[in-house]
């Protein structure tokens, strides 16, 4: 069975950092893509970071030149540095990831349970 785990999420102040770590255990024969979605109270899910594999990213136009996504391909784990946090930064932070399983043509997209960042003032 596949999961993301994420963690790192936290309670800081506003320009402080947090570091987010996702990291997919299973049998896993490909992951293709890996991001990081967030979802604030009484807002829908949006898309804050991806990475693919070559390692292009995007980042959504909020959080660039702030947060930065990695990833350790050996670890099929992704992470999301956080720098410069603001209030507005506030929210339940989901992993993503297109895996491919073994005997599987096609992949699926996976979620991770969500880790809460609050940034307060």
């Known amino acids: 069975q596949v999961q993301l785990v994420e963690s790192g999420g936290g309670l800081v102040q506003a320009g402080e950092s947090l570091r987010l770590s996702c990291a997919a255990s299973?049998?896993?024969?490909?992951?293709?893509?890996m991001a990081w979605y967030r979802q604030a109270p009484g807002k829908q899910r949006e898309l804050v970071a991806n990475?693919?594999?070559?390692?292009?990213?995007m980042y959504a136009l909020s959080v660039k030149g702030r947060f930065t996504i990695s990833r350790d391909n050996a670890k099929n784990t992704v992470y999301l540095q956080m720098n410069s946090l603001k209030p507005e930064d506030t929210a339940v932070y989901y992993c993503?990831?297109?895996?491919?399983?073994?005997?599987?043509?096609?992949?699926?997209?996976?979620w991770g349970k969500g880790t809460l960042v609050t940034v307060s003032l």
């Open positions: 993503n990831a297109h895996m491919v399983l073994p005997g599987q043509i096609r992949g699926m997209d996976y």
């Open positions: 299973g049998i896993i024969f490909r992951t293709n893509y």
């Open positions: 990475i693919i594999n070559g390692g292009s990213t």
